[in-house]
């Protein structure tokens, strides 16, 4: 297609007749006519004041004396229908270019200089060779995109596929994988028909070919690709044996840019068509089947298998596998915790692993409780109670938050039906039972009796302790500014903690968690009079039972506020059921002039009503709505002294309790005034066998406590024996006192403090020192300076190598950093990284990125060199 001879006229004219640049003093317009489409009209092109002479091949010396010896003053017009391959075969280039003016007719060169190309010929001839699609304007637009990176024809063939694509670089990968996000049916495939009707898909699949090695020649197959694919990628981390009968699909020279290419899809935020694809390879390759039937032979071989699993992200039955094979090591007692901790870790950073996540979770935990054990595996045998205790509080309570969490996931795992875990699972957690409910409370409960039972006979608490029924005088009396105390029924010491955990974390402020000996039996009533103001508790007998006076006042829940009002007159009590409906200036108003604020909250003590197995997830529940509590009282109170306690604890164990558990009360029922599952208040001559005395109320009283030994439960009709308080356990009996002062910015108190203070991601630093990558795959150690813990917060990092662009030339690793180890040595790690199938610059400097997910630390730039022995061609598949 090309211009009329009148239009090529005019606009020769149009270009002779505009001023001549500065330092020039003529025109010399190359006219170039390749294709000799107005050869036989060139003589009859008249142009006033322009001569016009044209190039026969053979006149090229002639000519070139002419324009730069003869004629120096008038302007030219060369037509030039000849083409050169090479450029020393044209004499007048060098005229040409200085010269910088040249025209062509014909409409190919219209649109490269339309789309802002270079005027070449390689590039003009390849417009011509795709005119059916650049014969479109908005096809042209969208190629032009791509301009500035094209140079050479390469990049042309590249430009047209990338558009018809709709992809954002020229790169084969971009291409590749935008055609499999269409689909794998080609008949119905969008991208790929328009391919056919531009002819590009011959071109498409010489790409493929060279790139991944899959060799279409035959019948191309998008499905067929698309196994190659994720084949060959998965057999740079999968043992050969994987691949018995799979060998067409996997091509060796290839592997490191199929695993490119589905690394940087497997991260990118849309990555859903990819597990559809990688899910219909499994299936039509019993991917999953092929894994779990592998049997290693030795222990060496059955780890490096598991470590090959752990690094496979191609599948997402993977993850099935893995959990597979833990469950039925767990279920086979054979639990080793660090693995189990390190799989679960690396899991849940992978590609899919939303699915799974409670069934990751719940090994996570069981694995805790196995470590927790191996680390107490000759029992707790420690002989005074105040050590037993202290122990309780710093490290045995961690075991109660393990089986917390494990049956907060397991729960999950049960509402969603999985052929290959439901039986499994439940076989775990039969074996989370025997660690905790058998061992751990068992073991514990013997040692806290043991150790307990005199004092607690004696005195009815325990010495060099501090006390519930103190509170009030050692926190509240001497406050000196106003108060607030959110007394949460039933959150025991290892909720408390978690508690506290996430308000260091979350919140300007200091957090100190202590514990207080509650009072015995811990149920609502004492352990609520107790927190109140008073010289001396007591109880008087009625119709419901026992009712606790503080003073000779009475305690339960509407007269609380009258205690707290005879000690102090600013006070008043509020219920956070009634709170949060509130107004924020109804329920300001509430608490103006107050001095000391009590407010009630119950979660967790009144789930256990509706049913047991809801009580741990109502321990999170408790933990939000609490903190809601707080954002209260420092945001619209303005208050910033705030206490944290609970009336008692809770013992909970999710499988029902076998009859050895539970004692009867046949013997001693006539002589009982009030009892529960875990106590029994009796008349003075009362001497029941099979249950533990305990001192009640410090002797004041004409009445005698008792508790059941360790963790056995008092029958009696009815639900509600797995959860259960009253009793003298440890978990019980151990009351939490959270001190939570909130720092506002302005205040010396958190200027002073704001290091120790504001939360911060724990950092994670470069160890190993050489700073040269001689190899395409390498492993680099990095350490985490500071340990998890106080306000320092685990931390999620990405870690790759860029180029001096900023492009990406290496796989992307994601590490967790949460380490809570005092031992620095003991919070190194190992990553490794696969440098792309790309030619690298030895004189270039390349960059290590560490960067926090969370981008509240600036990410990190280490300065690398990298000298590969040999070099990466170019593709040359549009030769």
């Not at 029922?669 to 305990?694: C, F, T, W």
């Not at 990553?831 to 990410?859: H, N, R, W």
Request: proline share 3%.
């Amino acid at each position: 297609m090309v211009m009329d001879a009148e239009t090529v006229i005019q606009e020769l004219k149009r270009r002779f007749s505009e001023p001549v640049p500065e330092y020039y003093k003529r025109h010399i317009i190359f006219w170039h006519d390749e294709d000799r489409e107005f050869e036989d009209r060139i003589d009859d092109i008249a142009i006033e004041g322009v001569k016009v002479v044209k190039m026969t091949g053979r006149n090229a010396f002639a000519l070139k004396k002419l324009l730069a010896m003869d004629d120096k003053d008038s302007h030219y017009l060369v037509y030039c229908p000849v083409s050169f391959e090479r450029d020393e075969d044209n004499w007048l280039l060098n005229i040409e270019l200085y010269s910088g003016e040249a025209f062509r007719a014909d409409i190919h060169t219209i649109w490269l200089e339309e789309m802002g190309l270079p005027v070449q010929e390689n590039l003009r001839i390849l417009v011509k060779q795709y005119h059916k699609y650049f014969n479109s304007k908005e096809r042209r637009r969208s190629f032009a995109v791509f301009a500035p990176q094209v140079k050479q024809s390469r990049e042309m063939h590249l430009g047209v596929m990338a558009s018809i694509c709709g992809c954002e670089d020229l790169e084969p990968a971009s291409m590749m994988r935008a055609v499999l996000m269409g689909g794998l049916c080609i008949a119905h495939h969008e991208i790929y028909q328009k391919m056919v009707a531009y002819d590009v898909a011959a071109l498409f699949w010489r790409m493929v070919k060279q790139c991944t090695g899959y060799d279409a020649d035959e019948e191309p197959s998008l499905s067929e690709f698309a196994m190659h694919l994720l084949l060959t990628a998965s057999s740079r981390t999968l043992i050969g044996e994987c691949f018995i009968g799979l060998e067409k699909y996997i091509s060796a020279a290839h592997e490191a840019f199929c695993y490119d290419l589905i690394s940087d899809w497997r991260i990118h935020k849309d990555n859903s068509d990819l597990k559809q694809i990688a899910e219909y390879v499994e299936s039509e390759k019993s991917i999953y089947q092929r894994l779990v039937n592998i049997q290693p032979k030795t222990v060496n071989e059955e780890q490096l298998f598991i470590h090959y699993l752990m690094e496979t992200e191609c599948f997402p039955c993977v993850h099935e596998v893995l959990l597979v094979k833990l469950m039925t090591d767990i279920s086979n007692h054979k639990i080793q915790p660090d693995d189990i901790i390190n799989i679960v870790k690396k899991r849940k950073i992978c590609a899919w692993h939303e699915p799974y996540d409670c069934y990751y979770d719940a090994l996570l935990q069981i694995a805790v409780m196995q470590k927790f054990y191996l680390e107490h595996v000759g029992g707790f045998n420690e002989a005074i109670p105040s050590n037993v205790w202290a122990a309780y509080v710093k490290d045995y309570y961690r075991m109660d938050t393990a089986y917390r969490l494990f049956h907060k996931a397991f729960m999950q795992s049960l509402k969603k039906t999985h052929a290959r875990f439901d039986d499994l699972m439940k076989q775990v957690a039969e074996r989370a039972e025997g660690l905790y409910a058998t061992w751990f409370l068992g073991s514990l409960g013997a040692c806290w009796q043991k150790a307990s039972a005199d004092m607690l006979a004696k005195l009815g608490y325990i010495k060099d302790l501090a006390y519930q029924w103190k509170f009030y005088d050692n926190h509240i009396s001497n406050a000196g500014s106003r108060v607030f105390v959110v007394i949460s029924d039933a959150l025991r010491y290892e909720v408390a903690a978690s508690l506290a955990e996430q308000l260091q974390r979350e919140t300007q402020s200091e957090v100190k968690l202590s514990s207080m000996n509650g009072m015995f039996p811990s149920i609502t009533p004492y352990g609520m009079a107790a927190l109140l103001p008073h010289r001396q508790l007591s109880v008087v007998e009625s119709k419901q039972g026992l009712s606790v006076l503080a003073d000779d006042m009475p305690t339960d829940a509407g007269n609380r506020e009258a205690v707290l009002k005879a000690r102090n007159p600013q006070s008043i009590v509020l219920q956070y059921r009634d709170i949060i409906g509130m107004k924020r200036a109804e329920r300001s108003a509430l608490v103006k002039g107050m001095e000391v604020v009590y407010i009630y909250h119950d979660k967790i003590d009144e789930s256990s009503h509706a049913a047991d197995n809801t009580v741990f997830f109502a321990c999170d529940e408790a933990i939000d709505e609490i903190k809601n509590i707080l954002k209260i009282i420092y945001n619209e109170f303005n208050g910033t002294r705030i206490f944290i306690t609970a009336d008692h604890g809770f013992l909970y164990t999710y499988q029902p309790l076998s009859e050895d558990a539970k004692v009867g009360k046949e013997s001693w029922k006539d002589q009982a005034v009030e009892y529960g599952r875990r106590y029994a208040i009796m008349k003075n001559s009362a001497a029941p066998e099979h249950l533990a005395p305990i001192c009640f109320l410090r002797g004041n009283t004409p009445y005698k406590a008792f508790t059941p030994f360790e963790n056995i439960r008092i029958k009696m009709s009815g639900g509600g024996a797995n959860f259960v308080h009253g009793g003298a356990s440890l978990q019980e009996l151990v009351v939490p006192l959270i001190d939570f002062h909130y720092l506002r910015a302005g205040y010396k108190s958190y200027q002073k403090n704001k290091d120790r203070i504001d939360t911060l991601p724990v950092t994670l630093e470069l160890l190993s020192t050489g700073r040269k990558i001689c190899n395409l795959m390498f492993k680099l150690d990095f350490y985490q300076p500071e340990k998890v813990g106080g306000n320092r917060d685990a931390t999620t990092y990405s870690l790759y190598f860029i180029d001096s662009t900023g492009k990406v030339v290496s796989n992307k690793e994601r590490l967790i950093a949460d380490r809570t180890n005092d031992d620095i040595q003991e919070r190194v790690y190992r990553l490794k990284f696969t440098l792309k199938s790309m030619p690298f610059d030895c004189k270039a400097t390349y960059y290590l990125m560490i960067v926090d997910e969370s981008g509240i630390l600036q990410p990190v730039r280490e300065e690398f060199q990298i000298n590969i022995a040999f070099a990466v061609d170019e593709f040359n598949f549009f030769v």
